[in-house]
């Protein structure tokens, strides 16, 4: 949750093959939601980029998916990410590299987590989390 502030309040960084990955949530003065970085290219600049409004005190449900082929992302039970990353360059903006290997951030935010859970996928999950519309 966004407790206050402007910017991101929970940016998931996660690793994808040998690299690592961050889903920005509300960033860029609140609104901008995506993943940093694909191809150099940030959460505001790739085809990721989403726009969701939050609200401040209010507890969001965020799930990623990754396999070796697809990153996916939800907000609450809407899937907002479906990403192929093979043959393109994965990587993290500075300010988010002290959360690799696996960490959260907040940027000029205070921001709240809770219920933070890591499985592995079964088979079936991979196979659907790499389907592509």
């Known amino acids: 949750m966004r407790i206050e502030g402007v910017d991101f309040f929970a940016a998931a960084t996660f690793p994808v093959d040998k690299s690592y990955i961050t889903l920005v949530n509300g960033g860029w003065g ?24 939050y609200e401040d005190k209010t507890w969001y449900r965020f799930r990623v998916r990754v396999t070796g082929k697809v990153i996916r992302c939800w907000v609450d039970d809407k899937e907002i990410i479906g990403v192929d990353y093979q043959d393109r360059r994965v990587s993290t903006r500075l300010e988010t590299r002290p959360s690799e290997p696996l960490g959260f951030a907040t940027w000029h935010t205070g921001g709240a987590l809770r219920k ?17 519309d």
């Open 30 to 53: 609140g609104n901008v939601t995506g993943l940093s970085n694909l191809n150099g290219m940030d959460a505001s600049e790739n085809e990721t980029t989403c726009t969701i409004k």
């Open 116 to 132: 933070i859970e890591i499985r592995t996928l079964t088979p079936a999950e991979v196979v659907a989390a790499n389907k592509i």
